[in-house]
């Protein structure tokens, strides 16, 4: 999608593309050996919070249809990106909060061995709200980007 795609209609100036810029060489055959690049929970929780959920919020949509694909994943060598599923959860609640009609659609997440992983940022964000405020990439274990246990994202039991 192109940045002049601006939407049509009603929804006029309310579709939004980030394009962000990694700079990285795909390599499609041996996706394992390409680089992931520094973009994060931060950078889309900020975009997120700044730019699309005010339009969203602005456009009150009666329902919202997520097209959920977890090319970004921290595993998943696609999207070059290191999305944690406490960002994938962090981004369901808040558009469940904008619109209580949510429709989530699987589509993408390549990597099959950590799909489920991220998914359940999705499923655990609609059945039981938000994580903690304040969780970030460097939250967790200090090399999380490569730890498989993720336990202790989204507990919803009181310390």
Known sequence: MLPENVGAGKGKYHNVNIAWETGLVVDELNRE????????????RYACDTLLFPIVEEF???IVIISCGFDGGIHDYLGWSQLSPLLY??????LNQICEKVLVVQEG???VDFLGMHASGVVNALIYGPAPDGLSQS???????QQEDF???GSTEAD
Do not use: Q, V
């Open 109 to 111: 997440g390549y990597n």
């Open 139 to 145: 939250d967790g274990p200090k090399d999380w980007r």
């Open 60 to 62: 009150a949509p009666d």
């Open 151 to 153: 336990s202790w994202i």
């Open 33 to 44: 050996k390409n680089t992931l690049s520094e973009l994060g929970n931060n950078e889309y």
């Open 89 to 94: 959860g962090y981004m369901t609640h808040k």
